[in-house]
């Protein structure tokens, strides 16, 4: 578990203001390989969607995923930048020949989870169900081994740490499914920030990344903050962790922010609307700088490989947190 950091919040924060006006200017890629995740998936799946589209409507509704992936590869391929891409069982399923795409072009292919189903809707049985299927239908149409799953919504947190135990005896080599923040719909913000495990024989959790300022983790990992944050703001975050944590960063984003065609959900809540479409029409060029400024990896490749970082493990936060 972090330590709280020795400064004060004044102190650190000034600290990092000084930082930030020394390394932004910069444009030298970051000596350090970081991992580079999508989450493959609709944009009507989201969970900002949930109460507005209907499951039932799922295959009634227009598609974008296969474009929206497409432009993503064609984006990584451009920059020669190999993935990991977490698939719904459910987009395989419909989208085979995508999936194979993923994997002939030297990317990643991990398991999401088969329809979106955050962890909390799960008793253990059903989870170990629904990931268990999932496995089988991406190794099926992949034909490679499926060892990573990130669960929906970043949904494992200290009610269900038995998920991680549960994923480990199907097979799993790694989960990346706890963002150790505080937010309205998900986060463990006192989680280790770096890849770790609940024992020697636990799978390992690979935490999306955080910058530890004063007393408190802030997101740079992804996702709408990457959308939100001047991306000169983001790209500081990102080389602090490389710099003073000495780690690896990890990234993730969807294909539907590369999409800014798709159909607007008019009926969902204000809220919703802003998150999912804030400046999706300037995500692929943010995205380019970032392929330009870091260096990116699989997951596999970074941290289940013998010359991967050490994952610590993580004494008393499964007795902390059991259910």
């Known amino acids: 578990m972090d330590a709280l950091t020795g400064a004060s919040g004044s102190d650190a924060t000034m600290d990092a203001v000084q930082s930030f006006v020394l390394e932004s200017s910069g444009s030298v ?21 949930e109460t507005t589209i209907a499951k039932a409507d799922w295959d009634s509704s227009q598609s974008r995923v296969d474009f929206s992936t497409r432009r993503v590869l064609d984006l990584f391929a451009a920059h020669g930048t190999k993935a990991t891409f977490f698939v719904l069982g459910w987009i395989a399923e419909r989208h085979p020949t995508l999936v194979r795409r993923i994997v002939a072009e030297g990317h990643e292919i ?23 299927r999932t496995k089988q239908i991406l190794e099926d149409i992949a034909g490679v081994a499926v060892h990573g799953y990130r669960a929906p919504s970043y949904s494992i947190d200290r009610r269900n740490l ?8 199907t097979g799993h080599a790694y989960s990346s499914s706890i963002y150790p923040i505080r937010h309205d719909l998900y986060g463990m913000p006192d989680a280790p920030r ?10 390992l959790e690979i935490p999306v990344t955080t910058v530890r300022l004063g007393r408190r983790n802030y997101p740079c990992g992804g996702g709408g903050y990457f959308r939100l944050l001047p991306y000169e703001v983001f790209r500081w975050m990102l080389r602090r962790v490389n710099a003073r ?28 609307r802003f998150r999912h479409y804030l400046n999706l029409d300037s995500m692929h060029s943010r995205l380019e700088r970032l392929l330009m400024d870091f260096d990116w990896g699989r997951m596999d490749a970074l941290f289940l490989s013998a010359l991967g970082p050490v994952a610590p493990q993580v004494t008393g936060l499964q007795d902390e947190c059991a259910v």
């Open 162 to 169: 038995w998920a991680l135990d549960v994923l480990a005896e």
């Open 194 to 203: 770096f890849p770790f495990r609940l024992r020697p024989d636990s799978i």
């Open 29 to 49: 890629a970051s000596p350090i390989k970081n991992a580079l995740t999508v989450d493959v998936e609709e944009y009507f799946q989201v969970a900002a969607f």
């Open 245 to 272: 944590d000495r780690q690896p960063g990890l990234f993730y984003f969807h294909p539907w922010e590369v999409d800014p065609g798709q159909p607007r959900i008019q009926d969902a809540p204000i809220k919703s």
């Open 110 to 132: 991990a398991s999401h989870g088969y329809d979106h189903t955050r962890i909390h809707g799960f008793t253990p049985g059903q989870f170990r169900a629904d990931v268990t």
